[in-house]
């Protein structure tokens, strides 16, 4: 732990505590050496920070690792960072097997004063010119002879004709693959054209072999032989960074026990190699068998120094990537039986549940009576879904849950149910699957549908949707999930990524905002053209051109004719310019790290023919910035400071594309690329800087669904943008676990605006003065979030937060001492529904809600759709009580709903004042006893509701009162009568259900709170 001086020492100029008679400029602040001043017009600007390890050096008027003007610099330990490798050495060999090495040095920065040394090796070899020589004794078929370096035999007049495809695409041709003879693997013999053609002549076709390399690619056959058939088609397929599919999650156990964290990945190639840390520490490598290799790491038996934090790293040749981190907690038992507990008493859960976090809000016409006063909100108590262990079998994964429940009933006008709420907590089986609902909705503000939503979860595709509303399952081992929304329309392509993993949640709401495309500009493909890179009210960034003949249509053949050319450019120049970037500005280096980028802004690509036919670059682009108005600087060897870097739609990663160069010093203000998209579409590409900064701190953020910032809010996506001197330069997201907390990484020593919610509907509520250590600076945003500057990874003397190294923020902290941010999000959402009873606390049985019994995973749900005209939608519910038999028959349950915005069925435009509710009921069956509604509209003037009509044939035996209904529903889905139904695994029914209700049809129940002055056009 390190104490900042309140002033600095200086051996050089004098700090500076007042710009008053100073000239306009940079100056050493008084305050420490980490920091300085700046004067503006006799105005004082200080303790503006510079970034992690750096200090103030006034001689040189710059930020630097070591200040020649500040003595509080000295004696303060640096721990030492790697440089980046440097290029391969030339092989030692040209064939027949050589090797070569590379170097990095730990210098950037050196360890002193006693700071920790690089951990690692400074030094790699590896083969090269693994390729057998050339013999000059080998034979040649007939009429053939070898060459002079007797590397292949030559015939004369024969030729070889071929086409490389990129399997991603299929028929989508690859240019630029070079063509290697096997025994002269040193040169390409060919390279591909723009449309993948390659053509070798007078060589000998018989017992010829051919390689085929292109950077970023691998090759279906490693080797081909050519004899086989003349014209060849090769394909090959991009190399994929590995993607976990199973990562390690949190666990607990008791000294002695057996412990066990799995990991998996997938990559192309295969992982080779997975290697297991320990707070930063390798403890284990593990060789990979095949690609379904599972990696394990054992620990038997336990013990109390084993309690830590546990990742693994897949090793491929595409790359390195670490797994999320889980934490181990280690506890010693009850002393009194001693150190090994298999006593079934032992529990590590807390037995009593949390209160005042789970508070359900009862609908105005509703009351409950709770230790003998009436409430308008039930506490239901919180058990969490950690993970725990108790006396019984380990190897089962356990989570915390609800053991014991009490019912407190609930009036209302003239109906009444229960609900449960939790009393004691204890360690018992998790839910089948550990599932995580991800329910999602595309908001365009005008549409209600889209053509189709890709998604991906742990680099699998789980499927497409094609709806506005969407809902799938995966598990937390999956990781990150990628939202893929195609072009269509009069809308860009949009890409969201989320990290599920470890946070203990059972569901996640995702908002994909969609953007108008800007002007169309129209380009003859066998001409070519340029489009500009503009933002609104900013200079332009530069221009796009693509050659002639640079298109291919979706079968590979080369487009002739006019094509559709649309660049959306999100610039960092414009407030909240990269808000909507897909998801977070970072990228991997070569040991698997994160590290961050620095975005001088992001261009999206479609290219069409006939408006909605999509058409795919073939040969490489012409980009040229405008250096001076996007910030770029030249470097001494002629690069910019930016490189172009790719999004992999399907990973969700950033990847490293080209360099940018600077052509000629007469041309000092355009930076230039020429960069290849294989087989893409859209196309993402930033134009990227990494971050010189390579410590890592991570923010902790509270959000809760209450302006009394009581009840947490899980699931929430917590979004900080980090900001220079220039503007916004990254961006990066977490979820919240269960607890309402996330832990967003962010680079050390900037400044930072963190807010919450991704829908229109949402208001934010802003905490005043959050939890916070003493003189901690911030600055609130109304109805937006806060700003902050997070210190150097030197001077975190705040082990309790809110800024924390990385990957310790998770670490075990009582929330009484643990330092963060606090929001709400309020407006809960419309896909948020309020399950006001169990549904599944007696499954198979007579009176329970789902009929499948315990042991099927297969569940059914029903609704019924209410059209509601109002003009008070906020406080405008519908609650549904389903009974067996009869509106006097045994109790099933209840659900409510809120209401929901209808749209134009021609437009797609908000109508005013037409809402919708959709009830969950109980479904009937065959054989069974029907099921009976009583549907209650909660409304400020409920008593001037009316009841307007009921489809034909919707129900049997219809009541109707001024705010109610009660009917008879039948046993099959009608959706011409407002009724929906829908079978499937998990939640999986409910999801469906619910977005069949959400887009609707033409007929429903409808009742009138508006007085007549609102129409209903009665389409949702």
């Given at each position: 732990?390190?104490?900042?001086?309140?002033?600095?020492?200086?051996?050089?100029?004098?700090?500076?505590?007042?710009?008053?008679?100073?000239?306009?400029?940079?100056?050493?602040?008084?305050?420490?050496?980490?920091?300085?001043?700046?004067?503006?017009?006799?105005?004082?600007?200080?303790?503006?920070?510079?970034?992690?390890?750096?200090?103030?050096?006034?001689?040189?008027?710059?930020?630097?690792?070591?200040?020649?003007?500040?003595?509080?610099?000295?004696?303060?330990?640096?721990?030492?960072?790697?440089?980046?490798?440097?290029?391969?050495?030339?092989?030692?060999?040209?064939?027949?097997?050589?090797?070569?090495?590379?170097?990095?040095?730990?210098?950037?920065?050196?360890?002193?004063?006693?700071?920790?040394?690089c951990r690692g090796v400074s030094r790699e070899t590896a083969p090269c010119a693994t390729w057998d020589c050339p013999d000059c004794r080998s034979d040649c078929p007939p009429g053939g002879k070898l060459s002079k370096d007797c590397a292949v035999c030559e015939c004369s007049g024969a030729k070889l004709t071929?086409?490389?495809?990129?399997?991603?695409?299929?028929?989508?041709?690859?240019?630029?693959?070079?063509?290697?003879?096997?025994?002269?693997?040193?040169?390409?013999?060919?390279?591909?054209?723009?449309?993948?053609?390659?053509?070798?002549?007078?060589?000998?076709?018989?017992?010829?072999?051919?390689?085929?390399?292109?950077?970023?690619?691998?090759?279906?056959?490693?080797?081909?032989?050519?004899?086989?058939?003349?014209?060849?088609?090769?394909?090959?397929?991009?190399?994929?960074?590995?993607?976990?599919?199973?990562?390690?999650?949190?666990?607990?156990?008791?000294?002695?026990?057996?412990?066990?964290?799995?990991?998996?990945?997938?990559?192309?190639?295969?992982?080779?190699?997975?290697?297991?840390?320990?707070?930063?520490?390798?403890?284990?490598?593990?060789?990979?068998?095949?690609?379904?290799?599972?990696?394990?790491?054992?620990?038997?038996?336990?013990?109390?120094?084993?309690?830590?934090?546990?990742?693994?790293?897949?090793?491929?040749?595409?790359?390195?990537?670490?797994?999320?981190?889980?934490?181990?907690?280690?506890?010693?038992?009850?002393?009194?039986?001693?150190?090994?507990?298999?006593?079934?008493?032992?529990?590590?859960?807390?037995?009593?549940?949390?209160?005042?976090?789970?508070?359900?809000?009862?609908?105005?016409?509703?009351?409950?009576?709770?230790?003998?006063?009436?409430?308008?909100?039930?506490?239901?108590?919180?058990?969490?879904?950690?993970?725990?262990?108790?006396?019984?079998?380990?190897?089962?994964?356990?989570?915390?849950?609800?053991?014991?429940?009490?019912?407190?009933?609930?009036?209302?006008?003239?109906?009444?149910?229960?609900?449960?709420?939790?009393?004691?907590?204890?360690?018992?089986?998790?839910?089948?699957?550990?599932?995580?609902?991800?329910?999602?909705?595309?908001?365009?503000?005008?549409?209600?549908?889209?053509?189709?939503?890709?998604?991906?979860?742990?680099?699998?595709?789980?499927?497409?949707?094609?709806?506005?509303?969407?809902?799938?399952?995966?598990?937390?081992?999956?990781?990150?999930?990628?939202?893929?929304?195609?072009?269509?329309?009069?809308?860009?392509?949009?890409?969201?990524?989320?990290?599920?993993?470890?946070?203990?949640?059972?569901?996640?709401?995702?908002?994909?905002?969609?953007?108008?495309?800007?002007?169309?500009?129209?380009?003859?493909?066998?001409?070519?053209?340029?489009?500009?890179?503009?933002?609104?009210?900013?200079?332009?960034?530069?221009?796009?051109?693509?050659?002639?003949?640079?298109?291919?249509?979706?079968?590979?053949?080369?487009?002739?004719?006019?094509?559709?050319?649309?660049?959306?450019?999100?610039?960092?120049?414009?407030?909240?310019?990269?808000?909507?970037?897909?998801?977070?500005?970072?990228?991997?280096?070569?040991?698997?790290?994160?590290?961050?980028?620095?975005?001088?802004?992001?261009?999206?690509?479609?290219?069409?023919?006939?408006?909605?036919?999509?058409?795919?670059?073939?040969?490489?682009?012409?980009?040229?910035?405008?250096?001076?108005?996007?910030?770029?600087?030249?470097?001494?060897?002629?690069?910019?400071?930016?490189?172009?870097?790719?999004?992999?739609?399907?990973?969700?990663?950033?990847?490293?594309?080209?360099?940018?160069?600077?052509?000629?010093?007469?041309?000092?203000?355009?930076?230039?690329?020429?960069?290849?998209?294989?087989?893409?579409?859209?196309?993402?590409?930033?134009?990227?800087?990494?971050?010189?900064?390579?410590?890592?701190?991570?923010?902790?953020?509270?959000?809760?669904?209450?302006?009394?910032?009581?009840?947490?809010?899980?699931?929430?996506?917590?979004?900080?943008?980090?900001?220079?001197?220039?503007?916004?330069?990254?961006?990066?997201?977490?979820?919240?676990?269960?607890?309402?907390?996330?832990?967003?990484?962010?680079?050390?020593?900037?400044?930072?605006?963190?807010?919450?919610?991704?829908?229109?509907?949402?208001?934010?509520?802003?905490?005043?003065?959050?939890?916070?250590?003493?003189?901690?600076?911030?600055?609130?945003?109304?109805?937006?979030?806060?700003?902050?500057?997070?210190?150097?990874?030197?001077?975190?003397?705040?082990?309790?937060?809110?800024?924390?190294?990385?990957r310790k923020c998770r670490n075990p902290i009582p929330k009484s001492r643990h330092y963060h941010f606090a929001m709400a999000v309020l407006n809960l959402r419309p896909a948020v529904q309020g399950q006001l009873a169990p549904v599944e606390t007696r499954p198979g049985q007579a009176l329970s809600w789902y009929?499948?019994?315990?042991?099927?995973?297969?569940?059914?749900?029903?609704?019924?759709?209410?059209?509601?005209?109002?003009?008070?939608?906020?406080?405008?519910?519908?609650?549904?009580?389903?009974?067996?038999?009869?509106?006097?028959?045994?109790?099933?349950?209840?659900?409510?709903?809120?209401?929901?915005?209808?749209?134009?069925?021609?437009?797609?435009?908000?109508?005013?004042?037409?809402?919708?509710?959709?009830?969950?009921?109980?479904?009937?069956?065959?054989?069974?006893?029907?099921?009976?509604?009583?549907?209650?509209?909660?409304?400020?003037?409920?008593?001037?509701?009316?009841?307007?009509?009921?489809?034909?044939?919707?129900?049997?035996?219809?009541?109707?009162?001024?705010?109610?209904?009660?009917?008879?529903?039948?046993?099959?889905?009608?959706?011409?009568?407002?009724?929906?139904?829908?079978?499937?695994?998990?939640?999986?029914?409910?999801?469906?259900?619910?977005?069949?209700?959400?887009?609707?049809?033409?007929?429903?129940?409808?009742?009138?709170?508006?007085?007549?002055?609102?129409?209903?056009?009665?389409?949702?």
């Amino acid at each position: 732990m390190y104490v900042v001086v309140t002033e600095a020492k200086t051996t050089g100029p004098r700090c500076v505590k007042s710009c008053r008679g100073k000239r306009n400029g940079y100056y050493q602040s008084c305050r420490g050496c980490h920091v300085y001043i700046t004067c503006s017009n006799g105005r004082t600007y200080d303790n503006r920070p510079c970034p992690a390890r750096l200090v103030w050096d006034d001689r040189t008027k710059r930020c630097q690792y070591k200040s020649k003007t500040c003595a509080e610099y000295k004696g303060l330990p640096i721990n030492g960072k790697w440089s980046e490798w440097r290029p391969w050495s030339k092989c030692s060999k040209s064939c027949g097997g050589g090797v070569h090495s590379r170097i990095r040095r730990c210098d950037d920065p050196k360890p002193e004063n006693r700071g920790t040394p690089c951990r690692g090796v400074s030094r790699e070899t590896a083969p090269c010119a693994t390729w057998d020589c050339p013999d000059c004794r080998s034979d040649c078929p007939p009429g053939g002879k070898l060459s002079k370096d007797c590397a292949v035999c030559e015939c004369s007049g024969a030729k070889l004709t071929g086409q490389v495809l990129n399997m991603a695409g299929d028929t989508i041709p690859l240019v630029g693959v070079g063509v290697y003879i096997v025994g002269r693997e040193w040169h390409p013999s060919a390279t591909t054209d723009l449309q993948g053609k390659f053509e070798l002549k007078d060589l000998c076709i018989i017992g010829l072999k051919l390689t085929f390399k292109k950077t970023g690619f691998m090759s279906e056959l490693p080797v081909y032989n050519a004899e086989h058939s003349n014209p060849i088609v090769i394909k090959m397929i991009k190399l994929e960074r590995p993607t976990f599919t199973i990562e390690p999650q949190d666990s607990a156990g008791f000294v002695g026990d057996n412990v066990v964290l799995r990991c998996q990945a997938t990559a192309v190639p295969a992982p080779s190699a997975y290697d297991w840390f320990k707070d930063d520490n390798l403890v284990k490598s593990d060789p990979a068998a095949d690609e379904s290799f599972i990696s394990e790491l054992e620990l038997s038996p336990l013990k109390v120094s084993d309690a830590g934090l546990y990742g693994c790293r897949a090793v491929s040749r595409a790359g390195k990537k670490f797994s999320q981190f889980a934490v181990l907690t280690v506890n010693q038992g009850n002393p009194e039986t001693g150190r090994r507990k298999r006593d079934a008493d032992i529990d590590t859960c807390e037995a009593t549940p949390k209160k005042g976090v789970n508070l359900y809000k009862l609908a105005e016409t509703c009351t409950a009576k709770v230790n003998g006063k009436h409430v308008d909100q039930v506490d239901l108590g919180r058990c969490g879904a950690k993970a725990c262990r108790n006396g019984e079998n380990y190897a089962i994964s356990r989570c915390c849950r609800p053991v014991q429940t009490a019912n407190v009933l609930v009036t209302c006008a003239g109906y009444e149910f229960t609900l449960p709420v939790a009393t004691v907590c204890g360690c018992s089986v998790c839910d089948a699957g550990g599932g995580i609902g991800v329910n999602g909705i595309v908001d365009t503000g005008l549409v209600n549908t889209v053509p189709q939503v890709d998604i991906f979860a742990g680099g699998r595709k789980y499927g497409l949707y094609n709806r506005r509303h969407f809902y799938f399952e995966t598990t937390a081992e999956a990781g990150r999930v990628v939202f893929r929304v195609v072009p269509w329309r009069n809308f860009m392509p949009q890409v969201v990524s989320i990290d599920v993993a470890s946070l203990g949640i059972s569901e996640v709401y995702v908002q994909v905002n969609l953007v108008k495309r800007p002007r169309r500009v129209t380009i003859n493909a066998t001409i070519g053209g340029s489009v500009a890179l503009v933002s609104e009210g900013q200079p332009s960034a530069g221009r796009v051109f693509i050659p002639p003949y640079a298109t291919v249509d979706q079968y590979g053949m080369p487009v002739v004719g006019f094509i559709d050319v649309y660049i959306s450019f999100a610039d960092p120049r414009v407030p909240n310019g990269l808000s909507g970037a897909p998801g977070e500005l970072t990228f991997l280096d070569e040991e698997g790290e994160t590290r961050f980028l620095h975005s001088y802004g992001i261009m999206t690509l479609v290219v069409e023919q006939n408006y909605d036919e999509p058409v795919f670059l073939q040969g490489p682009l012409n980009v040229k910035l405008n250096a001076r108005n996007l910030g770029l600087r030249r470097l001494r060897n002629g690069q910019a400071n930016a490189l172009l870097w790719t999004f992999d739609t399907k990973m969700g990663n950033w990847e490293r594309l080209t360099t940018l160069k600077f052509p000629g010093r007469r041309q000092r203000n355009q930076a230039t690329a020429r960069p290849e998209f294989p087989a893409e579409y859209p196309i993402i590409k930033n134009i990227d800087e990494p971050l010189p900064v390579k410590d890592i701190c991570e923010v902790s953020v509270y959000v809760y669904h209450d302006d009394d910032f009581v009840q947490p809010l899980p699931g929430e996506l917590v979004v900080v943008l980090t900001s220079s001197r220039t503007g916004v330069i990254t961006r990066s997201t977490g979820l919240t676990n269960e607890d309402g907390r996330a832990c967003v990484a962010v680079p050390c020593g900037y400044k930072h605006t963190v807010t919450v919610g991704i829908s229109s509907r949402d208001v934010i509520v802003v905490s005043r003065d959050h939890k916070l250590p003493p003189k901690f600076r911030f600055k609130n945003i109304k109805s937006y979030g806060v700003n902050f500057t997070s210190p150097s990874i030197d001077n975190l003397v705040n082990e309790n937060g809110p800024i924390f190294p990385y990957r310790k923020c998770r670490n075990p902290i009582p929330k009484s001492r643990h330092y963060h941010f606090a929001m709400a999000v309020l407006n809960l959402r419309p896909a948020v529904q309020g399950q006001l009873a169990p549904v599944e606390t007696r499954p198979g049985q007579a009176l329970s809600w789902y009929q499948e019994p315990g042991t099927s995973d297969q569940k059914e749900a029903c609704m019924v759709r209410l059209d509601v005209l109002t003009l008070d939608p906020q406080r405008t519910e519908v609650v549904g009580e389903s009974r067996r038999n009869g509106i006097d028959g045994p109790f099933y349950g209840a659900y409510m709903a809120r209401v929901s915005q209808a749209l134009n069925p021609f437009s797609f435009v908000p109508l005013r004042g037409n809402y919708r509710a959709c009830v969950q009921v109980r479904c009937p069956t065959s054989g069974d006893e029907p099921t009976t509604v009583n549907l209650q509209l909660s409304h400020p003037n409920r008593k001037s509701c009316v009841f307007k009509w009921t489809p034909l044939g919707a129900t049997e035996n219809v009541t109707t009162s001024n705010a109610g209904m009660s009917l008879m529903i039948p046993k099959e889905s009608r959706e011409n009568i407002g009724f929906y139904r829908a079978r499937g695994p998990g939640n999986s029914a409910y999801r469906q259900v619910l977005n069949d209700c959400g887009r609707g049809g033409p007929y429903a129940a409808l009742f009138d709170c508006a007085g007549g002055e609102v129409t209903h056009l009665g389409w949702g």
